[in-house]
Nanobody, 124 residues
Framework: QVQLEESGGGLVQAGGSLRLSCVASKLPSDYYAIGWFRQAPGKEREGVACFSSEDGIRYADSVEGRFTISRDNAKNTVYLQMDSLTPEDTAVYYC??????????????????WGQGTQVTVSS
């Protein structure tokens, strides 16, 4: 079963940066998608960025140009570099994964495997 563990959250001032890490184990050997999602209090979980082993990377419009998803295959780790943070980026950030050909940031329900989340708080 896929296992995911996030780290790297914290408190940062507006305009600052953070890098989140997601260590993934037991990913499917043929194809998969893995992504970053976030959930603010009282709001639904929303997609931020995702990577598919088959068709690349996608970003939510709200983070395009500010956030960058990348991976280190040797470390089984996916990163989310977050720059120019605003208070609206405050949320618990989750790593999600599943055996998908195409990744999507529109449908969190497509992903069955989740980490425990890491809190990101951006102060104004």
């Amino acid at each position: 079963q896929v296992q995911l563990e996030e780290s790297g959250g914290g408190l940062v001032q507006a305009g600052g940066s953070l890098r989140l890490s997601c260590v993934a184990s037991k990913l499917p050997s043929d194809y998969y998608a893995i992504g970053w999602f976030r959930q603010a209090p009282g709001k639904e979980r929303e997609g931020v960025a995702c990577f598919s082993s088959e068709d690349g990377i996608r970003y939510a419009d709200s983070v395009e140009g500010r956030f960058t998803i990348s991976r280190d295959n040797a470390k089984n780790t996916v990163y989310l570099q977050m720059d120019s943070l605003t208070p609206e980026d405050t949320a618990v950030y989750y790593c999600g994964a599943d055996r998908l050909v195409t990744c999507t940031v529109q449908e969190p329900t497509w992903y069955d495997y989740w980490g425990q989340g890491t809190q990101v708080t951006v102060s104004s």
